[in-house]
C-alpha cells in the first residue's frame, strides 16, 4: 500500500501563492516513482499539470509553466508544488498521485490519470478575483 496526504490548500486573492505537500507512506512506497500534481475544478475533467521524476526530470502543461514549480524532498518522501501569480482559473482541488513514470521522446511527461497507480484525497484551492 501508498499513501498519500496533501495539505497546504487554501483560499487567496489573485496573484497570491500557496504551497502544496503531499507527503508518501507506505510499505509499497517507491522513490523511484514518478510524481505528479492534478487538479480538478467544478464541472471538468482531472487535469495534469506537473510531474518529477526520481532523477529531478519535470515537465508542466502550459497552462501553469512559469508560475508553478514542482520538487521533492526525497529524504522526507515529500512532493511539493509551489504555485505563484495564482488566478481564479486556478481554483480547483489539487491531487498528488505516484506511477511509474511516462516517458516521451526520452523525456517525462505527465500522462493521464491512468498512468498513475497511487493518489492522495486531494485539497482545496481557491482564488478570488
Known amino acids: 500500500q501508498v499513501q498519500l496526504v496533501e495539505s497546504g490548500g487554501g483560499s487567496v486573492p489573485a496573484g497570491g501563492s500557496l504551497r502544496l505537500s503531499c507527503a508518501a507512506s507506505g510499505a509499497d512506497y517507491n522513490s523511484a516513482y514518478a510524481m505528479a500534481w492534478f487538479r480538478q475544478a467544478p464541472g471538468k475533467a482531472r487535469e495534469g499539470i506537473a510531474v518529477?521524476?526520481?532523477?529531478?526530470?519535470?515537465k508542466y502543461a502550459d497552462s501553469v509553466k512559469g508560475r508553478f514549480t514542482i520538487s521533492q524532498d526525497n529524504a522526507k518522501n515529500t512532493l511539493y508544488l509551489q504555485m505563484n501569480s495564482l488566478e481564479p482559473e486556478d481554483t480547483a482541488i489539487y491531487y498528488c498521485?505516484?506511477?511509474?513514470?511516462?516517458?516521451?521522446?526520452?523525456?517525462?511527461?505527465?500522462?493521464?490519470?491512468?498512468?498513475?497507480?497511487?493518489w492522495g484525497q486531494g485539497t482545496q484551492v481557491t482564488v478570488s478575483s
Open positions: 518529477i521524476d526520481m532523477d529531478g526530470s519535470t
Open positions: 498521485a505516484a506511477g511509474a513514470g511516462v516517458y516521451i521522446d526520452g523525456g517525462v511527461a505527465i500522462g493521464s490519470e491512468r498512468d498513475y497507480a497511487y
